[in-house]
């Protein structure tokens, strides 16, 4: 490999550029503006100010997708799901998965799986 592409994929891997497009890309299909580059201006901003601890940070996701995606996964309604259908549900999302640590026997809640999606899409915008 040339060395100027070894520091194109460090750069783009330092800076997490790939997850932060592949963030953008998903709002802009989700939400699908009429003025896209306007669109993702006003998201960077609120990404921008969520990193100031001035307001917050833009979700693909509202709360009653998020129920409404726990409820798909608890196809018996037992109140849980299991921690591979939760990995699942963030792969699908492109959340990381990467520093979950659960034992194949814990059940995975409503309020653990929000707790837990709020969590890791608050970590997908830090880059």
Do not use: C
């Amino acid at each position: 490999m040339a060395a100027g592409e070894e520091q194109s994929r460090e750069y783009l891997r330092r800076h997490r550029l790939p997850e932060l497009l592949h963030r953008l890309g998903a709002l802009l299909l989700f939400h699908r503006p009429e003025r896209p580059r306007e669109f993702l201006i006003q998201v960077l901003e609120r990404v921008k100010a969520g990193r100031r601890g001035e307001g917050e940070y833009p979700f693909l996701m509202d709360e009653a997708n998020v129920d409404a995606m726990f409820s798909l996964l608890d196809v018996l309604g037992q109140g849980y799901i299991r921690p591979a259908q939760y990995r699942e549900a963030l792969k699908t999302l492109g959340l990381s998965t990467e520093d979950l640590e659960l034992e194949d026997d814990v059940n995975i809640t409503l309020e653990v799986f929000k707790e837990g999606m709020k969590k890791k899409m608050l970590e997908s915008w830090s880059v």
